[in-house]
């Protein structure tokens, strides 16, 4: 799978919109862009998928670059609820897509 | 959502002893479950693919005599952890590929495995 760089962490104010970027520049044109979410002390979650256009679901929404090349996952409100690791990941449909290879990903805290 | 039931949640053995952790799909058949480990601070880190009614495949430096895999049906697959060590003190998730409906992969909530 094609490598994923995402900032180790951020901060958010309650109530407020963040916006948690990903970068891709060596992405194919079979891979997904999958984002999961790992609260403390529980296994991952899935959050959201995409491929070109922008995806909206109840729990995030997911913006895509022209480009492919990087993407933004976007909780509109944060909650204190929302405060974990977030998993920027990139699933080729056509060759490794069961494997879901973790990176370090992004540690959202949430500031009440 | 699909769910994903882990068992126990927690366990302490003792060094020398074997562990065995449970992962149920709970509403979806799986034919295809995974073993993550993850140790404090760090990522999940992918340790075997289960395949229901054959061998698992398992990932490069993971020791396939040490952490036994069974998949003996749908809905269930274990890790065995054997002649434990403090080493292997370590989170343990389990995840199942569903493929009808949703593709996606559930993950279950963890096992938090102490070997003292």
């Known amino acids: 799978d094609a490598k994923t760089t995402q900032p180790n962490s951020m901060e958010s104010n309650e109530e407020e919109p963040v916006h948690l970027p990903c970068n891709h520049s060596t992405i194919s044109g079979t891979d997904y862009i999958h984002w999961y979410r790992q609260l403390p002390s529980q296994g991952p979650e899935y959050v959201i998928h995409?491929?070109?256009s922008n995806v909206n679901n109840r729990m995030a929404s997911l913006a895509i670059a022209e480009d492919r090349k990087s993407s933004t996952l976007i909780l509109h409100r944060a909650t204190l609820r929302d405060a974990a690791v977030y998993y920027c990941?990139?699933?080729?449909?056509?060759?490794?897509?069961?494997?879901?290879?973790f990176g370090p990903g992004t540690s959202l805290s949430v500031i009440p | 959502g699909a769910v994903v039931s882990q068992h126990p949640s927690r366990v302490i053995c003792k060094s020398g002893t074997s562990v065995k952790i449970e992962c149920r799909s709970l509403?979806?058949?799986?034919?295809?479950m995974f073993w993550y480990r993850q140790f404090p601070k760090q990522s999940l880190m992918l340790m075997a693919t289960s395949n229901e009614g054959s061998k698992a495949t398992y990932e490069q430096g993971v020791e396939k005599d040490k952490f036994l895999i069974n998949h003996a049906s749908l809905t269930l697959s274990t890790l065995t952890v054997t002649s434990a060590h403090p080493e292997d003190s370590s989170f343990y998730i389990c995840?199942?590929?569903?493929?009808?409906?949703?593709?996606?992969?559930?993950f279950g909530p963890g096992t938090r495995l102490t070997v003292t």
């Open positions: 509403d979806f058949q799986a034919t295809t």
């Open positions: 995840s199942a590929l569903r493929t009808s409906g949703p593709y996606e992969q559930y």
């Open positions: 990941i990139l699933r080729d449909v056509e060759t490794s897509y069961d494997k879901v290879i």
């Open positions: 995409g491929l070109t």
